[in-house]
């Protein structure tokens, strides 16, 4: 039971990290808060994080009744899930953002005194649809296992406390890695989300064509 605990936990972790990207997250955060002073960063960063959480937990427990009410089966939610991660792979890959932050959200964080804690930090840029839909997905991979719950929900919050400490030192990492760095990184986490897209689509088309 530990064995199947520690491995739920590990993939939760895998998946989320590459669709998060806490380092690129980070590095977006030192672009949006350049005219903040530490404490106000602070506050903004840890905002952020406890609603990106909330926003992930909940659609994870919730999102896949929510789609049966619909009328939309797990398969299909696999399937189409799936592509919309190969559309996040592309764009990391690509260098462009269109499921994260548009360039005109971020140019009006940037302009703005208002909080971005919320928007468009925490939405799109931490829980965007990538990862609402990896939680959803994994959720419907645990089958209901308690275990297998609460190993997700354990693996998300490390996730978002990593993010929260890499913003925390969004700075010192901007300038370690510079933008090359962060190009690169980007990239390799763009095929590892491309290689979990195909992993959640085979798994759907196995689960319909058995089904069928």
């Known amino acids: 039971m530990l064995t199947q605990f520690t491995g739920e936990f590990l993939?939760?972790?895998?998946?989320?990290?590459v669709i998060i990207d806490p380092v690129g997250t980070a590095i977006l955060?030192?672009?949006?808060?350049?005219?903040?002073?530490a404490a106000?960063?602070?506050?903004?960063?840890?905002?952020?994080?406890?609603?990106s959480f909330v926003v992930l937990l909940i659609f994870g427990l919730a999102?896949?009744?929510?789609?049966?009410?619909?009328?939309?089966?797990?398969?299909?939610?696999?399937?189409a899930g799936g592509t919309l991660l190969f559309l996040s792979a592309k764009d990391m890959v690509t260098a462009k953002g269109e499921l994260r932050a548009s360039d005109q959200e971020k140019a009006a964080a940037s302009n703005t005194t208002e909080d971005i804690s919320v928007f468009p930090l925490a939405i799109p840029l931490?829980?965007?649809?990538?990862?609402?839909?990896t939680m959803v997905l994994l959720h419907a991979r645990a089958n209901g296992?308690?275990?297998?719950?609460?190993?997700?929900?354990?693996g998300l919050a490390v996730l978002i406390g990593a993010t929260l400490g890499a913003m925390l030192a969004?700075?010192?990492?901007?300038?370690?890695?510079?933008?090359?760095?962060?190009s690169?990184?980007?990239?390799?986490?763009?095929?590892?989300?491309?290689?979990?897209?195909?992993?959640?689509?085979?798994?759907?088309?196995?689960?319909?064509l058995h089904l069928g």
């Open 40 to 51: 106000k960063r602070r506050g903004i960063a840890q905002r952020a994080s406890i609603i």
């Open 63 to 79: 999102g896949e009744k929510l789609l049966r009410l619909l009328g939309i089966g797990i398969p299909a939610l696999q399937i």
């Open 145 to 154: 296992s308690p275990g297998a719950i609460l190993a997700i929900s354990l």
């Open 11 to 17: 993939y939760a972790v895998v998946a989320l990290f």
């Open 184 to 208: 690169v990184v980007g990239r390799v986490l763009g095929i590892l989300v491309a290689a979990l897209a195909a992993q959640f689509i085979l798994e759907g088309l196995q689960t319909a």
């Open 29 to 37: 955060f030192a672009g949006l808060t350049t005219h903040d002073d």
């Open 170 to 182: 969004a700075r010192t990492l901007a300038r370690l890695m510079g933008a090359t760095g962060a």
């Open 126 to 133: 931490i829980a965007g649809p990538g990862a609402m839909t």
